[in-house]
């Protein structure tokens, strides 16, 4: 059975840091590619930021560019989502999810609970 279990959302002020982390179990850690998406309040999800099974490929959203960086521990079947300059629209809840192999941005099958940040101006 296939788990992913995100940790370190929570409240922030505009300006700070969080880093978000995803543990997966119950699959090949580097068999898969990984995403992180997020939900705000009455908008639909999408996605951030997306890392390639070997962590050499990365994509992100422009809005989240150069404030957000993903990686991977392969050895701890964990992927990270450290973000700074954290803004109020940043809001939402956060979910990672995973695929195989290949970065992208849509097509993945499993998903996480997700965990919530809020960041308040």
């Known amino acids: 059975q296939v788990q992913l279990v995100e940790s370190g959302g929570g409240l922030v002020q505009a300006g700070g840091s969080l880093r978000l982390s995803c543990a997966a179990s119950?699959?090949?850690?580097?068999?898969?590619?990984m995403g992180w998406f997020r939900q705000a309040p009455g908008k639909e999800r999408e996605v951030v930021s997306a890392i390639n099974w070997s962590g050499r490929n990365t994509y992100y959203q422009d809005s989240v560019k150069g404030r957000f960086t993903i990686s991977r521990d392969n050895a701890k079947n964990t992927v990270y989502l450290q973000m700074n300059s954290l803004k109020p629209e940043d809001t939402a809840v956060y979910y990672c999810?995973?695929?195989?192999?290949?970065?992208?941005?849509?097509?993945?099958?499993?998903w996480g609970q997700g965990t919530q940040v809020t960041v308040s101006s």
């Open positions: 999810a995973a695929r195989p192999m290949t970065i992208a941005t849509k097509g993945y099958d499993y």
């Open positions: 119950g699959l090949t850690f580097s068999n898969y590619a």
